[in-house]
């Protein structure tokens, strides 16, 4: 799993998102600076880097 949170959101702060992370086994914590809590929209670049990072890790490609 990967949990994504914006630096700035006060709806759901990073300690937040930490606890979440911490109780899934294996979660991905990031943490996005100079977003809040549409950090998707916000830091949209940021967002979708983390998100095929994560993604390449968690299914890397088979050999061919």
Known sequence: ????????????PPEMARTIA????????VVLPEASHLSVLEQPLAFRAALDDWLQQA?????A
């Open 22 to 29: 911490q109780c899934i086994r294996g979660a991905r914590m």
């Open 1 to 12: 799993a990967l949990v994504i949170a914006g630096a700035l959101d006060l709806g759901t």
């Open 59 to 63: 299914f890397p490609p088979r050999p």
